[in-house]
């Protein structure tokens, strides 16, 4: 059943980011407040999705980095997304109220954005044009703990961007603890 769940993920997210596919919004469950909230990449200089998880060590030593790219990086939206099916509703607000992120975190309880998008740890980050093309997708940085890392992969495409050069990276190794999808649980 994993084999052929990877096999799967990896032909959809080829599909992605081949372009056959784009993302002009997105929406879900705000995992603090339970509000609905729909977010559209057209008005943004790019839109930068990260899945991050309640109990990953990985995920949460990348969480100081990512405030610190949403507060410098204001013209770019930032959305994460919470996909683990095997972390409790209760631990993942808990979490999420102690990081005080600097954006909202959506739940993510059918994988359905995982699915679509082919993200298979946490963290890994996404980051879409306006138009909702695939600019980059993968780690964070180059480092299981966020603040060891000798490469900052996102936070130098964030740069490119607000340059108006190319981007150094389209891709990144995502390192970080598998997502648990619903239907693995």
């Known amino acids: 059943m994993r084999n052929g769940l990877i096999f799967t993920l990896i032909l959809m997210f080829s599909q992605i980011s081949m372009g056959a596919d784009k993302i002009t919004s997105l929406s879900g469950l705000d995992v603090l407040n339970s509000e609905t909230k729909t977010f559209a990449t057209a008005g943004h200089k790019a839109t930068?999705?990260?899945f991050l998880s309640?109990?990953?060590p990985c995920s949460a030593s990348h969480e100081t980095l990512l405030k610190d790219l949403s507060q410098q990086y204001k013209e770019f939206q930032f959305i994460g997304i919470h996909s683990n099916s095997d972390e409790?509703?209760?631990?993942?607000?808990n979490h999420f109220r102690e990081a005080k992120l600097l954006f909202p975190v959506?739940?993510?309880?059918?994988?359905q954005w995982a699915n679509k998008l082919g993200a298979l740890k946490t963290p890994h980050a996404f980051v879409l044009s306006p138009?909702?093309?695939m600019l980059y997708h993968g780690g964070v940085t180059d480092s299981h703990v966020g603040p060891t890392a000798k490469k900052q992969f996102l936070k130098e495409v964030l740069e490119d961007l607000q340059a108006e050069k190319p981007s150094r990276h389209k891709e990144g190794r995502a390192l970080g603890c598998y997502i648990q999808r619903a239907d693995e649980a």
């Open 54 to 56: 309640a109990k990953c």
């Open 106 to 111: 959506i739940q993510d309880s059918r994988s």
């Open 48 to 50: 930068v999705i990260v």
């Open 88 to 93: 409790t509703l209760e631990e993942t607000q």
């Open 131 to 133: 138009a909702g093309e």
